[in-house]
């Protein structure tokens, strides 16, 4: 059985799914899923397939050194963006994976929403380039561990219509507490 970073707090409720040494940047896929954390898992499968056609963005806010500045990142509150396509079907291939655990579970499928997707740096794979004067220096890839779950959301309560508690302050609180005669 492999290990989760973490557990989801109902796990009846709950279906995961997790992938090790994709061969992909480690840095886009952070930002993928940065990308879709929070959000319905049909709305995360419909926005990576926009990003595909160039209908949407993946917006980069940590690690943009480098990245264009491109407009359509401006509705998502970031100025830089890119269509990371390697990147993105590896997190769509997970998302299938978590819909057939989901339906496999029993859980309603519009209610699912990802509470939890982590990327991992994996270990680099090795390899050399030949360079001037008879030197080598290493040529390294960055893979990555990526991992998921979604949560099927509850009815939300309302609040009851009882009357609401009277705040106090701290030292209103104290002059209450004092007794009658001092």
Not at 39 to 46: C, G, M, V
Not at 82 to 107: D, Q, T
């Amino acid at each position: 059985m492999v290990r989760y970073s973490r557990e989801p707090a109902v796990q009846a409720k709950s279906a995961k799914a997790r992938v090790q040494d994709v061969r992909t940047s480690y840095k886009n896929t952070f930002e993928v899923a940065a990308a879709i954390r929070g959000k319905y898992l049909k709305d995360a499968y419909h926005y990576l397939r926009d990003v595909l056609d160039h209908k949407n963005i993946i917006p980069f806010k940590r690690y943009y050194g480098g990245v264009g500045r491109k407009a359509q990142a401006n509705h998502l509150k970031a100025c830089q963006g890119r269509w990371p396509e390697k990147s993105v079907n590896h997190v769509i291939a997970l998302l299938r994976n978590v819909k057939k655990n989901v339906k496999a579970k029993g859980l309603d499928l519009d209610k699912c929403q990802i509470t939890h997707i982590q990327v991992n740096r994996a270990q680099n794979g090795r390899r050399r380039t030949f360079r001037a004067h008879g030197r080598i220096t290493p040529y390294l890839n960055h893979p990555c561990h990526v991992e998921m779950f979604v949560t099927e959301k509850q009815e939300e309560v309302k609040k009851g219509e009882g009357e609401q508690a009277v705040k106090v302050s701290k030292k209103k609180a104290a002059k209450q507490r004092l007794p009658i005669g001092v």
